[in-house]
């Protein structure tokens, strides 16, 4: 079991990180935010902070420094996120800049309280994960992604009732309802070990905690890889069988 979701976060950790450096190579091009917040909040949050998390639990001579900047590290990754979401779906929603600015407190406050605890507190690092500061920082990652997943969806359903008047792109389309599974899917992996941690379980370390952060994590991954690096034959597949185009009609007429 500890083979299967070590396996499993690996990968994650491979394509999140892939991911995230492309939207941010691309950006630097395009000078587009939204590429460079959701490129750098996938990059920050998988490929360096789940990293730094592993690493924290293989040398523990310096468990706490890690896992101080993996919170920092992560944290940052989830200022992203939130800012991603309000920008790409709320723009102009003075409710959502009251969300975004709640969640990215709430980040803050945990994050640096957190940072003590680690570099100071006595206790080991598996008891200062019940912390409240911890708790904080789940809670407001645990709402982005919700959020995300919601407007996500939404999205989705708009670009599908234009899809099949021919005025939308069923791949762009399909992107929206794969980063919605992203989003759900990470809600349920952090999701888990937070309630088990709230109600004084073993979250890291249970089998069967463990086999349900490897099967949401492996469904992750495969959403995000088919979201941002899919296969010619899956773009195809998605593309057949869909109108013509507006325009290409109007063309030919």
Same mark, same amino acid.
């Given at each position: 079991?500890? !083979? ?11 394509v ?6 492309r939207l941010v190579?691309?950006a630097s ?6 590429e ?9 949050i ?6 730094? +998390? ?11 420094t ?15 996120t ?13 409710l959502?800049a /009251?969300?975004?600015?709640? /969640?990215m407190?709430? %980040? !803050? ?7 003590q +605890?680690?570099?100071?507190? $006595? $206790? ?10 911890w ?19 939404r ?9 099949? %008047?021919g005025l ?5 389309a399909n992107?929206?309802?794969?980063w ?8 349920? $992996?952090? /999701?888990?070990?937070?309630?088990s941690t709230?109600?004084? /379980? ?6 069967g905690?463990? %086999?349900w952060? !490897? ?6 991954t495969v $959403? +995000?890889?088919?979201a ?19 325009? !290409? ?5």
């Amino acid at each position: 079991m500890e !083979a299967l979701a070590g396996l499993a976060t690996l990968l994650f950790i491979a394509v999140g990180a892939g991911v995230g450096l492309r939207l941010v190579l691309l950006a630097s091009k395009t000078r587009a935010l939204p590429e460079a917040l959701l490129g750098s909040g996938l990059f920050l949050i998988v490929g360096v902070g789940y990293g730094l +998390l592993i690493a924290a639990g293989a040398v523990p001579n310096i468990a706490r420094t890690l896992a101080a900047l993996a919170v920092v590290v992560m944290a940052l990754g989830w200022f992203c996120t939130w800012e991603f979401t309000r920008r790409v779906f709320r723009a102009g929603s003075p409710l959502a800049a /009251g969300v975004t600015a709640l /969640g990215m407190l709430a %980040l !803050a406050v945990g994050a640096l309280s957190q940072v003590q +605890l680690y570099l100071n507190a $006595s $206790s080991p690092i598996g008891e200062l994960e019940r912390s409240w500061a911890w708790q904080a920082i789940r809670v407001s990652a645990l709402a982005c992604y919700l959020w995300s997943a919601a407007e996500a969806l939404r999205y989705c359903a708009m670009l599908r009732r234009r899809t099949a %008047l021919g005025l939308a792109d069923p791949v762009v389309a399909n992107r929206f309802l794969l980063w919605a599974g992203v989003m759900i899917f990470s809600f349920l $992996s952090l /999701g888990g070990p937070a309630v088990s941690t709230w109600l004084g /379980g073993a979250a890291y370390t249970d089998p069967g905690m463990q %086999l349900w952060i !490897a099967a949401n994590g492996f469904l992750c991954t495969v $959403s +995000l890889y088919l979201a941002f690096l899919p296969p010619a034959a899956y773009r195809r597949w998605l593309e057949q069988g869909q109108p013509a185009p507006a325009s !290409a009609v109007a063309s030919a007429g």
